[in-house]
């Protein structure tokens, strides 16, 4: 099956600067690459996908980036604030199913 | 806003008991999914729907049975609660192609 790898584990930035947390998967058959934030407490929230067929794509200071070939992709923030301290997880599914990396602690310093 | 709710956010439960937890979608979603979620371990897939008394394991589907009988409902079953089945259990739901959302996850403890 599938198997998703994500990194840094654990990620801490200051305020404004940028972070970036990269996952490989194996199954070139993956089309769909989901990024979750986790806040204590609480279930993942979908922030930002990405299919396939598409390169980049950016949603405000949040931006997904997928290389097929090299199978990874890569979440990048910019201007970080405090608020976007969480636990990030990668995806990538086939169709239906879906697996997950192991998350990425962030902390944005003030 | 698609909502996914589960019925517990926390539950503790003793060893051999039968254990149920629900989680219900206002969307009209297809898929549904059940995980758990362990430190280091990310989440892993118990059991999923395609529809309306259908069901497929997962990875890890030892231990645990669902039941859909209606389209918005989809329950996890834990037989007979062991202490190794303490976890956060989390329910999501997609259309496809998907894009999944999550309920607020039922965090169990087997005492």
């Known amino acids: 099956g599938e198997n998703v790898e994500q990194h840094p584990s654990t990620l801490s930035v200051q305020e404004g600067d940028s972070a970036v947390i990269k996952c490989t998967y194996s199954d070139s058959a993956s089309n769909y690459f989901p990024w979750y934030k986790q806040e204590l407490g609480k279930g993942p929230q979908l922030i930002i996908d990405i299919r396939s067929n598409v390169g980049e794509k950016k949603d405000q200071r949040i931006a997904v980036t997928l290389n097929k070939t090299a199978k990874h992709f890569s979440l990048h923030i910019t201007e970080t604030q405090p608020e976007d301290s969480a636990v990030y997880f990668c995806?990538?599914?086939?169709?239906?199913?879906?697996?997950f990396g192991t998350g990425t602690s962030l902390t944005v310093i003030p | 806003d698609v909502k996914v709710t589960q019925s517990s956010r926390y539950l503790v439960k003793r060893t051999g008991e039968k254990v149920f937890l629900e989680c219900v979608q206002d969307?009209?979603?297809?898929?549904m999914f059940w995980y758990r979620q362990d430190p280091g371990l990310g989440l892993r897939l118990i059991y999923f729907?395609?529809?309306?008394?259908?069901?497929e394991k997962g990875d890890i589907p030892e231990g645990y049975s669902v039941s859909r009988e209606k389209k918005e409902r989809f329950s996890l079953i834990l037989e007979s609660a062991s202490t190794n089945q303490t976890s956060m259990y989390l329910c999501?739901?997609?259309?496809?192609?998907?894009?999944?959302?999550f309920g607020p996850g039922t965090r169990l403890t087997v005492t």
């Open positions: 969307m009209d979603h297809e898929n």
């Open positions: 729907s395609y529809d309306v008394k259908m069901k």
């Open positions: 999501a739901s997609s259309l496809t192609p998907p894009e999944q959302y």
């Open positions: 995806a990538a599914s086939t169709g239906n199913q879906f697996y």
